[in-house]
């Protein structure tokens, strides 16, 4: 018998690890990405500026049928002269621009710094193996390939930007490996 003043010892829940999701939302859906650790300035900053809600200020603003759909800063100087958002490149032959790949932009800086201000998303279905080694893929689409379909569906304009804006809302979302595959049916990668 145990008597009033004992107590058992809860039992320690072990702590579940969590994983960063991107996720973009359009009014034409949401599309979610793997980020990659091999990456981790670019996922580090990118996590950085969906906190802030940076990239809510923005659209996705050029459309190219077939090759990319991109949103976040304009492709202006005012955007990429002296960017506080500049990052040294992170790549990987083992990462590349395969349909889905989600990348950051750059000018034509010679050292290839990503603008962590810009994003793309490639649509290509046979992917645009000629940007690997230039532009940064920092997560691959999961989930949403329809909505990514449809915004490369939209119509554009002659400098390819949308005729109806495309707002853009971004965030870092947490799944644990259960939820990735209940959720968004995902299995991480290598297990």
Known sequence: MFSCAEKEEPEEVPEVEKFAIGHID?????????????????????????????????????????????????????????SPYLLDPEFHDSIGHTYGALGMGRDDNPGKQSNACQLYVVCREAGTPHLDSNYMIFGMLIKGENVLEAIEAEPTNNNDQPLTDIPLTVRTLYYSERELLDSLGFKLPGR
């Open 26 to 82: 359009t009014r034409l859906g949401s599309m979610y990405f793997w980020l990659y650790d091999e990456t981790p300035n670019h996922k580090a900053k990118f996590i950085e500026l969906t906190n802030e809600k940076h990239y809510d200020q923005f659209t996705m603003n050029r459309v190219v049928k077939n090759f990319v759909v991109q949103g976040g800063c304009p492709d202006s100087p005012q955007y990429f002269t002296g």
